[in-house]
């Protein structure tokens, strides 16, 4: 989830810890918190302030573009198409001599349908319609607000493959739907999905299961995981943050999808941080800017004291992302199997050792 520049200053109100008490759900055998359900009042809501948009001399590079950011900003827009291309590291289609069938590992629902970013990941775009908002895609506009997501896929897809490298690991991702057209879809619900609950899980799981032949694509990509992103057609009216829902909310959650509202809080298009930041949710990191169940009221406030720049605790607005990807977030997204801040903070153990 990510919070904007009007929350400067603002603290954590008491009401919060009700909001929490509540918002826990029953699904199968786990009773697992929805992890932004935290972000349904909006009053409440409000009144946690992510450190990026604090006033304050640790997170200016966050508010501005920075001269780095421009200086490749301007080497990168005349290749962007191509460099996005190139971008999907290993993600090449398997030659005939290849078994497919071999690269697929038998589904068990283990830890959901996005396991561990160290692997193939494909990434299926979802344009979805519902009662409030709507693509039309004979409007030249939203046709390009489409190609931004896409845009901004390839940047945060790229921010993670490049942070995975430094763990020895690799992860590539499958998202070019111009690429593949299997990778694109649009869809129509007869409800109301930009909301900041997150209880209509059930409704778009069941519309992934019923028109995406997951196993297939996976198959022809020899692909580890699979994370749906669904993207909404919001305006800058619009008051609701985006928001993923997993494994890590519920053991019966196993499909992980993200819901991008693409415009939001009077003044912000849904940067590429957000996107890595959503996706990995998918693959078990958690939001680090507030207490839950899994992270400890003393790490919040020690990463509020320390100006974190954890991507999990923050995110900057631009096209490029400076957020840092750090050893907590490599070990809950499976990439390690220790980290010193753990123990040290009292923070839950992740779903990967589990």
């Known amino acids: 989830m990510w919070y904007s520049s009007k929350q400067w200053g603002k603290t954590v109100s008491l009401a919060l810890s009700a909001l929490m008490l509540a918002a826990f759900v029953s699904c199968g055998k786990s009773n697992k918190p929805i992890a932004n359900a935290h972000d349904t009042a909006k009053a409440t809501e409000r009144s946690i302030s992510m450190a990026t948009f604090e006033p304050t001399s640790t997170h200016s590079q966050s508010t501005t573009t920075s001269a780095e950011e421009t200086q490749a900003a301007t080497k990168t ?123 209509k899980y059930d409704l778009q799981r069941d519309w992934v299961v019923a028109n995406i032949d997951t196993d297939a694509v996976k198959a022809r990509y020899h692909a580890d995981n699979a994370v749906y992103l669904f993207f909404f057609n919001t305006d800058y009216s619009n008051q609701v943050n985006p928001w993923t829902l997993g494994y890590t909310n519920c053991s019966a959650y196993d499909v992980e999808f993200c819901n991008i509202y693409v415009k939001f809080d009077d003044v912000f298009i ?79 153990k992740s779903e990967h050792l589990a």
């Open 270 to 348: 849904t940067p590429p941080s957000t996107y890595a930041h959503e996706i990995m949710h998918c693959f078990g990191a958690h939001d680090l800017y507030y207490a839950n169940a899994y992270i400890s009221q003393e790490y919040v406030d020690y990463c509020k004291k320390t100006g974190s720049n954890d991507i999990m605790y923050t995110v900057n607005d631009g096209k490029w992302i400076i957020n840092d990807f750090t050893e907590l977030d490599a070990y809950y997204v499976g990439l390690t199997d220790h980290c010193d801040e753990v123990e040290k903070w009292g923070l839950a």
């Open 77 to 199: 827009n005349a290749a962007k198409k191509s460099s996005r291309k190139t971008s999907q590291t290993q993600a090449t289609q398997p030659t005939s001599s290849e078994s497919s069938q071999e690269a697929v590992k038998p589904y068990d629902g283990f830890l959901g349908s996005a396991r561990s970013l160290d692997g193939t990941t494909v990434v299926f775009s979802i344009f979805a319609s519902d009662l409030s908002v709507q693509w039309n895609e004979n409007s030249q506009t939203d046709a390009e607000t489409m190609k931004d997501t896409l845009d901004n896929l390839w940047r945060g897809t790229s921010y993670l493959t490049e942070q995975v490298a430094n763990f020895d690991k690799t992860a590539s991702f499958i998202y070019d739907w111009e690429k593949d057209p299997d990778l694109r879809y649009t869809a129509s619900f007869d409800d109301y999905l930009v909301t900041e609950y997150g209880d």
